[in-house]
């Protein structure tokens, strides 16, 4: 079996039926769960998601991308420092970046003062954190792929003179 050809499918929609994939892919459903279930357990496959325009629900979810600045540990570099940050489970996503900030990180919660208080009390005092950056998502127009809403391009007509 094609393994890239079935991560392929699944990436794009995790809700494909295991016979429609078994289908597509020429092979038996049951060896369509196996090589599922060997990948999870692997942690090639870490889960399935569902894009959610938050926008369009009554629910209060506010964005923040935070920079944080940080100062590698002898014998352990970043990864002991990561590992102190993923671990709150207001953590969404994590990324070591190159660039001017050492990570990068997605949290999400109900209000900005909920947000600004998780990286007051609990983000900044990580040890070898130096400096944090929080940038408020306003809108986002698309995730993972996914055009969440169109933008309006207003059309505006030409003046014409003699």
Same mark, same amino acid.
């Given at each position: 079996?094609?393994q ?8 794009k929609?995790?809700?494909?039926? #295991? ?7 020429n092979?038996?459903?049951e ?9 999870e357990?692997q ?8 894009v ?6 009554? #629910?209060?979810k ?5 920079e944080?600045?940080a100062?590698?540990?002898r014998?352990?570099g ?9 671990r709150?489970?207001?953590v ?7 660039g #001017?900030?050492?990570f ?21 005092c ?5 400096? #944090? ?8 127009y698309?995730?993972d ?8 391009v ?5 003046i014409?003179?003699?």
């Amino acid at each position: 079996m094609n393994q890239e050809q079935l991560l392929s499918l699944l990436e794009k929609n995790s809700r494909y039926d #295991t016979k429609d994939l078994a289908d597509v892919l020429n092979e038996t459903e049951e060896h369509i769960l196996e090589a599922m279930s060997e990948m999870e357990r692997q942690k090639i496959i870490c889960g399935y998601h569902t894009v959610i325009n938050w926008d369009k629900t009554n #629910t209060d979810k506010v964005m923040a991308l935070i920079e944080i600045g940080a100062t590698p540990e002898r014998e352990y570099g970043y990864d002991r420092i990561a590992r102190n940050i993923y671990r709150y489970p207001e953590v969404d996503s994590m990324y070591l970046m190159s660039g #001017t900030s050492e990570f990068m990180v997605i949290i999400y919660g109900k209000t900005m003062q909920e947000i600004s208080e998780f990286v007051a009390m609990k983000l900044a005092c990580v040890e070898y954190v130096k400096s #944090t950056a929080t940038f408020f998502v306003l809108k986002q127009y698309k995730a993972d792929g996914e055009i969440l809403e169109e933008a309006e391009v207003k059309e505006e007509r030409l003046i014409v003179t003699p």
